[in-house]
T-cell receptor, first 112, second 114 residues
Framework: GDSVTQMEGPVTLSEEAFLTINCTYT??????LFWYVQYPGEGLQLLLK?????DKGSNKGFEATYRKETTSFHLEKGSVQVSDSAVYFC???????????FGTGTRLTVIP | DAGVTQSPTHLIKTRGQQVTLRCSPK?????VSWYQQALGQGPQFIFQ???????QRGNFPDRFSGHQFPNYSSELNVNALLLGDSALYLC?????????????FGEGSRLTVL
């Protein structure tokens, strides 16, 4: 069945450090891939997405590239800020389906 | 423009009781999905409503049921509550049932079952 595996957290970084959160997936066909973010006290928000192999999604300085050969969609940011502290979820949408499969989430804390 | 609103934000029930959670979708959205997020886990899909009908269902027992009203708002009902039903229940809305995965989520209703 479909599944998403995220790197376990929590992750603690100093401000301006480089961020990578790993995500790999298992799915039939060609799913669309997403990163959602959950800031403290807020609902889940779509951060970025990619719908086909080699696509790069980007938003707010974050980016992730859809790698079909390694079934991965790792999230990266070159310089994190305190305001990036949140829980990040990788998710997939199987072709023809209309529900998301989420990973378990990775909590990021950025310290000044 | 109001986003997705859910009520109540927190509630406590005892085993065997029934609960109803409510959701108003983002303005202009006609499709509502419900997800269960257990502590430390990612959200799991419960079901989706469109045109007042359940369109797709995840791996949840029949104790979980729902409804969508003509104004697109939705309710999630859980009967015969179990301790394991304690979780954050998320409502998400979208422009259509065959969406592109771009869901708008509410802040959730946190249910504690004692």
């Amino acid at each position: 069945g479909d599944s998403v595996t995220q790197m376990e957290g929590p992750v603690t970084l100093s401000e301006e450090a480089f961020l990578t959160i790993n995500c790999t997936y298992t799915a039939t066909g060609y799913p669309s891939l997403f990163w959602y973010v959950q800031y403290p006290g807020e609902g889940l928000q779509l951060l970025l997405k990619a719908t086909k192999a080699d696509d790069k999604g980007s938003n707010k300085g974050f980016e992730a590239t859809y790698r079909k050969e390694t079934t991965s969609f790792h999230l990266e940011k070159g310089s994190v800020q305190v305001s990036d502290s949140a829980v990040y979820f990788c998710a997939l949408l199987r072709t023809g389906a209309n529900n998301l499969f989420f990973g378990t989430g990775t909590r990021l804390t950025v310290i000044p | 423009d109001a986003g997705v609103t859910q009520s109540p934000t927190h509630l406590i029930k005892t085993r065997g009781q029934q609960v109803t959670l409510r959701c108003s979708p983002k303005s202009g959205h006609d499709t509502v999905s419900w997800y269960q997020q257990a502590l430390g886990q990612g959200p799991q899909f419960i079901f989706q409503y469109y045109e007042e009908e359940e369109r797709q269902r995840g791996n949840f027992p029949d104790r979980f049921s729902g409804h969508q009203f003509p104004n697109y708002s939705s309710e999630l009902n859980v009967n015969a509550l179990l301790l394991g039903d304690s979780a954050l229940y998320l409502c998400a809305s979208s422009l259509s049932p065959t969406g592109d995965g771009a869901l708008f989520f509410g802040e959730g209703s946190r249910l504690t079952v004692l």
